[in-house]
């Protein structure tokens, strides 16, 4: 993995301005904080660098404030670590039993890594990577993986912040590109489809895990929900290895009990007892997922579903699609 601060030499080779895709150029060095120039003299906007991270975000474009951002990261440098959570609150967090079982995370990302294995490739790029996703430890443990974590929030191996919406790369960058638990977040999941195509080398491999049966979580930062088939069409220029639920049932089950009785709350205190009180009523939900989750009416009841896919030249008609139906409907 690319520690922070660390970009190697054929990686910067590919980084290119969101704005205009032109190459950029180191600049201003000296100063507290490197910068990153556009090569292109109609664009020739600036980026900056802070403790090595490059902020590649097109301001005049993105939900995100890249000063904000590298305040952010200056802020983090100067206390590394961020506040520690209060005392009584991690107690009662670390007790409270998990709701989400991601049951198939860490079988696909091993299978993952032995294609890319096979393939002879390494360039990882993982998009949403801050926080380390379920079964991503697989991919970590198979070694040898250049894999480079960018956020739009900095996290603990954030090596590069940018939104999917502009991936700040050369076309053809990665040999794969994951992202886990990213594209409900994003206002535009099909242009960062797109984007993840372009990046990909030909014959690529992307592997994407998106909720279905799941209510509002990161507030604000979130939009969109796809069913099994609306996953699939959303990679629909890339070729199916694999594909399914990822959660099941019993987790979208405790996820609606949870939100039910939440939804009563008036205020974060009553909130948070409700939802620990859910927790500790439907935990158990979640260890009927392993039985279900290949089960025709469980897709259709899935919390949450996958695709691992190749990058292709052809698009998937979407007669060829909806024949691919593999729920009980
Ligand atoms: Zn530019």
Redesign the pocket.
Known sequence: MIAPGALPPELQERLR?P????RLRAGGRGAPSETLV?G?AA???AYPVVGGVPVLIDDHKSLFSADEIAAGLRARGAAAGGPAPRPGRALVHALTPAISRNVKAAANFERLAHLLAAQGAARVLVIGGGVRGAGFDALLARGGLQLLQTDVVPGPSTALICDAHDLPFADASFDAVVAQAVLEHVLDPWCCVEQIHRVLAPGGLVYAETPFMQQVHEGRHDFTRFTHLGHRRLFRRFEELDSGAVGGPGMALAWSWRYFLWSFARGPLSGSLLTTFASFTSFFLKAFDGPLIDRPRALDAAAGVYFLGRRSESTLSDRDLVAGYRGAG
């Open positions: 301005c704005a205009c895709r032109g556009c292109e664009c020739g906007r």
